[in-house]
């Protein structure tokens, strides 16, 4: 079994960054598997080797470790583009040259989430239209999905499904600057690093369909998936690094790294009080089946 940390180093880690990779770590090494770790710094405007180096310090600041060195993303342009060229080549990506505002405007709000899904507009553009338009402004690129159902059993969710035209949409694969995204990016580096467990926040519980697809497309294995419920503040707004809630560097101010994994500790129901406790100390309490399936309003000083 291999397990992953796969943060994105555009900020200071909080505390739903580290409840998500405290339990991905527990579930890993409880089961005898190994943790490896992938930098997603991607986005150059956004991450930086300041904030990788950060992540790093903070994870074993927490006691956390992991098999190997790091993956930065950014080093792996290369294999992304071997990916892309390889679905291009079976006809299912084409360039997308609508703004912001107009893929909203082409967009329907269908799924749960309010999230809007984009038409497939620019999927049906003529030749010519695609070589003017080519001419105004560079495209992003987009991957067309079939009318197909995609669903699987979440280890914390339960069965989870999507018909992937109606729910998903065509999604984009490579931004209009040259920098893929993250649903390719993570595809790929799943299959190459041997992961075969992901766990992370619920949030992302709806790009599983998609990233289940995008591997089938690409002959890579699929792991299994468990979605964990989220950290919520006191006013109930999911934390956030841009809000600066909770953040690691105030929390230390504070807390001893001990306490905070005692606390989280506490809201996995894997300890019956909130002391404080190491993160091997809890291997062999670790459980699937003691997690909680509601997300849960963290209060900062309880």
Same mark, same amino acid.
């Given at each position: 079994?291999?397990?992953?940390?796969?943060?994105?180093?555009?900020?200071?880690? $909080?505390?739903?960054?580290?409840?998500?990779?405290?339990?991905?770590?527990?579930?890993? &090494?409880?089961?005898?598997?190994?943790?490896?770790?992938?930098?997603?710094?991607?986005?150059?405007? &956004?991450?930086?080797?300041?904030?990788?180096?950060?992540?790093?310090?903070?994870?074993?600041?927490?006691?956390? +470790?992991?098999?190997?060195?790091?993956?930065?993303?950014?080093?792996?342009?290369?294999?992304?583009?071997?990916? /892309?060229?390889?679905?291009?080549?079976?006809?299912?990506?084409?360039?997308?040259?609508?703004?912001?505002?107009? !893929?909203?405007?082409?967009?329907?709000?269908? !799924?749960? +989430?309010?999230?809007?899904?984009?038409?497939?507009?620019?999927?049906?553009?003529?030749?010519?239209?695609?070589?003017?338009?080519?001419?105004?402004? !560079?495209?992003?690129?987009?991957?067309?999905?079939?009318?197909?159902?995609?669903? /699987?059993?979440?280890?914390?969710?339960?069965?989870?499904?999507?018909?992937?035209?109606?729910?998903?949409?065509?999604?984009?694969?490579?931004?209009? +600057?040259?920098?893929?995204?993250?649903?390719?990016?993570?595809?790929?580096? +799943? @299959?190459?690093?041997?992961?075969?467990?992901?766990?992370?926040?619920?949030?992302?519980?709806?790009?599983?369909?998609?990233?289940?697809?995008?591997?089938?497309?690409?002959?890579?294995? $699929?792991?299994?998936? @468990?979605?964990?419920?989220?950290?919520?503040a006191p006013d109930g707004r999911r934390l956030a690094k841009r809000d600066r809630d909770l953040e690691l560097g105030r929390l230390q101010e504070r807390h001893t790294a001990p306490e905070l994994v005692g606390r989280l500790a506490y809201a996995a129901r894997l300890i019956d009080r909130p002391e404080a406790v190491t993160p091997r100390e809890l291997i062999p309490?670790?459980?699937?089946?003691?997690?909680? &399936?509601?997300?849960?309003?963290?209060?900062?000083?309880?």
């Open positions: 079994m291999t397990g992953r940390f796969a943060p994105s180093p555009s900020g200071r880690m $909080h505390m739903g960054n580290l409840w998500s990779c405290l339990l991905a770590w527990l579930s890993a &090494r409880s089961a005898g598997g190994r943790m490896v770790l992938r930098l997603e710094d991607l986005d150059p405007d &956004r991450c930086s080797q300041g904030y990788c180096d950060q992540v790093m310090r903070d994870l074993e600041w927490l006691g956390l +470790d992991w098999d190997g060195g790091p993956v930065y993303q950014s080093r792996r342009t290369d294999i992304y583009a071997q990916a /892309f060229r390889e679905l291009e080549a079976k006809g299912l990506l084409y360039p997308c040259f609508c703004t912001r505002a107009e !893929r909203l405007a082409a967009s329907a709000p269908h !799924r749960s +989430d309010g999230a809007a899904v984009y038409s497939g507009r620019c999927g049906r553009l003529s030749r010519a239209e695609r070589e003017e338009l080519s001419a105004q402004r !560079r495209p992003a690129w987009r991957v067309r999905v079939p009318e197909q159902e995609v669903s /699987f059993t979440d280890l914390l969710q339960g069965e989870y499904r999507e018909n992937l035209a109606r729910d998903c949409g065509d999604f984009i694969l490579r931004r209009s +600057d040259g920098v893929f995204a993250y649903q390719l990016a993570v595809v790929v580096d +799943d @299959g190459a690093m041997g992961v075969t467990q992901v766990v992370r926040g619920s949030d992302l519980l709806s790009s599983t369909p998609r990233q289940l697809w995008l591997q089938e497309q690409l002959g890579l294995p $699929h792991p299994d998936h @468990g979605h964990l419920p989220l950290l919520l309490l670790f459980s699937w089946e003691k997690l909680p &399936r509601e997300d849960l309003v963290w209060e900062p000083d309880c």
